[in-house]
């Protein structure tokens, strides 16, 4: 049997590993457990629309499809990011039997001097993909997100109501950033870097977000699904420059939208990104200069929700009885 090179990809690393094809896929295994501290119970290997895992230990790499070239993604957690895992699952059951011993035992009897109100406009729960790597984190990111003071804002304003925040596995969906399943009762973001080497950038996660939660009213991407996505997005960036003055009147935004606030502020922001200094810039107004950099932004960001649209899995598919 000729010898054959495959390539495996991990958390940023790849690792070009030769064998002759008649090798058991557990020396593979038992090589890549060296190199990532991945035990061979808790590898998988995604290639070319398969996956091998340790239960076929005993056949060989040519027979589970495995060729020269063949590039493979490693899934797997480490004995420590199990342990961490266990650790934060003997936490959840403490918790859990805490509140069950407290629904046994009824209500306290607490004397109230006036109505309690329970805010019904929120995410009332979150939960990663335990099967993917470091789902503390993903937990972590989630957890952000559903107490964004801007995210609960615009949801208190417009009354959405999400049951369940989690996540989209890269290699699952990849043709997917978010999903709005039944207007609201699951979203879906994609948190994860496409390499499985760390999480996307807040802020484009949460531009995602406010994507989807569009979706709660707007199933198609149309003119009324733009508007109100637009919308959303506008209210968020006025509500942090709000936070960000100390304005004590973020009871009386009316929606409205001056291009000089929002868009404006994120486009100067970014001005130096867009261009360095060059004598003829120096020689413009301050307002020739505003206007380039705003047509600049505004173009970038029209990008952006374009590829949001295009990496959306929810037009179309809301259900009507939601």
Not at 156 to 165: C, D, P
Request: proline share 5%.
């Amino acid at each position: 049997m000729s010898d054959i090179t495959i390539h495996v990809a991990f958390r940023g690393n790849t690792y070009d590993l030769t064998f002759p094809s008649s090798t058991p896929l557990s020396t593979l295994t038992s090589t890549l457990e060296e190199l990532t501290s991945v035990p061979p119970n808790l590898q998988k290997l995604l290639y070319r629309g398969k996956k091998a895992t340790s239960q076929l230990d005993d056949v060989s790499l040519l027979d589970v499809g495995l060729r020269d070239g063949t590039k493979v993604q490693l899934l797997g957690s480490t004995v420590d990011q199990v342990g961490d895992m266990h650790k934060a699952e003997s936490e959840k059951r403490r918790r859990d039997g805490i509140m069950e011993a407290r629904a046994r035992a009824g209500p306290s009897k607490i004397r109230s001097t006036g109505k309690a109100t329970v805010n019904p406009y929120v995410f009332h729960a979150t939960q990663p993909l335990p099967h993917l790597p470091s789902p503390h984190l993903a937990q972590a990111l989630l957890q952000k997100l559903s107490t964004d003071p801007a995210i609960l804002h615009i949801m208190s304003t417009h009354k959405f109501t999400v049951g369940l925040l989690t996540e989209l596995a890269p290699h699952e969906n990849p043709e997917l950033l978010g999903l709005n399943q039944n207007k609201g009762e699951i979203i879906k973001l994609r948190l994860r870097t496409d390499a499985y080497d760390g999480m996307r950038l807040y802020k484009d996660v949460r531009r995602v977000l406010c994507h989807e939660l569009t979706h709660n009213v707007w199933g198609d991407h149309d003119n009324n699904f733009k508007e109100l996505n637009s919308q959303l997005n506008r209210e968020v960036a006025a509500y942090e420059t709000s936070v960000q003055k100390e304005s004590h009147t973020l009871g009386s935004y009316s929606g409205a939208y001056d291009p000089s606030s929002s868009i404006e502020a994120d486009a100067l922001s970014h001005s130096h990104v867009l261009g360095g200094p060059s004598n003829a810039s120096l020689d413009d107004s301050r307002d020739a200069r505003r206007a380039r950099v705003l047509e600049a932004t505004l173009a970038r960001l029209a990008r952006e929700e374009k590829e949001i649209e295009d990496m959306c899995g929810s037009a179309g598919k809301q259900s009507s009885s939601s």
